[in-house]
Nanobody, 117 residues
């Protein structure tokens, strides 16, 4: 059974930085694409950033230039470096993985990020 476990969330002041980690149970090269999504209170879950198995990245316009997604295959971990955080970045952040062969989507349990003004 595939598990994705997020960590690194917390409380930070506007303008600060956080790095989220998503550790997978097993090789992340099994995933065609991995990514980060977020859900703020009262809002739908939205895409933040994705990274493909070959390293191609994609970002939501709202985070371009501030967030960076990366992957460390030997550590089976995907990261989201978040800089210049804004209050509107406050949300629960979820790790997501699309399995290559089965096209099954896996989700982590989420980690809370709160940005104070």
């Amino acid at each position: 059974q595939v598990q994705l476990v997020e960590s690194g969330g917390g409380l930070v002041q506007a303008g600060g930085s956080l790095r989220l980690s998503c550790a997978a149970s097993g090789s992340i090269t099994r995933f065609y694409r991995m990514g980060w999504y977020r859900q703020a209170p009262g809002k739908q879950r939205e895409l933040v950033a994705t990274i493909s198995r070959c390293g191609t990245t994609n970002y939501a316009d709202s985070v371009k230039g501030r967030f960076t997604i990366s992957r460390d295959n030997p550590k089976n971990t995907v990261y989201l470096q978040m800089n210049s955080l804004k209050t509107e970045d406050t949300a629960v952040y979820y790790c997501n993985g699309l399995m290559s062969l089965s096209l099954t989507v896996f989700w982590g349990q989420g980690t809370q990020v709160t940005v104070s003004s």
